[in-house]
Nanobody, 124 residues
Framework: QVQLVESGGGSVQTGGSLRLSCAASDTTYSSSFIAWFRQAPGKEREGVAVFSTRDGSTYYTDSVKGRFTISQDSAKKMVYLQMNSLKPEDTAMYYC?????????????????WGQGTQVTVSS
């Protein structure tokens, strides 16, 4: 049963923008936190942005603050990641994660549901 489906990835030049979308099933959207992670070739998966479905709080890793915005459409059970001022170092596979189990919001081990990912490539 597919619970998270990402879309919106693509190739852009430095300074460009993309909006990623994550469609969640009913049970998955009940997760207290939904997050976006990314993984570049040869690197560990890192947490990028987290959204609290309970109070709308948002959290970002330092490297994307001021450039990325995570948001939701609760009626559609969608979570978005608006990415502006993209840099080559943002190139990675981006994953949506849910079913947070507790602990550090930016650790992949603390999420039990993952999408298949969507590729983002930023060229210089």
């Amino acid at each position: 049963q597919v619970q998270l489906v990402e879309s919106g990835g693509g190739s852009v030049q430095t300074g460009g923008s993309l909006r990623l979308s994550c469609a969640a099933s009913d049970t998955t959207y009940s997760s207290s936190f939904i997050a976006w992670f990314r993984q570049a070739p040869g690197k560990e998966r890192e947490g990028v942005a987290v959204f609290s479905t309970r109070d709308g709080s948002t959290y970002y890793t330092d490297s994307v603050k001021g450039r990325f915005t995570i948001s939701q459409d609760s009626a559609k059970k969608m979570v978005y990641l608006q990415m502006n001022s993209l840099k080559p170092e943002d190139t990675a596979m981006y994953y949506c994660a849910a079913r947070f189990v507790g602990g550090n919001l930016f650790r992949e081990d603390n999420y039990n549901s993952w999408g298949q990912g969507t590729q983002v490539t930023v060229s210089s």
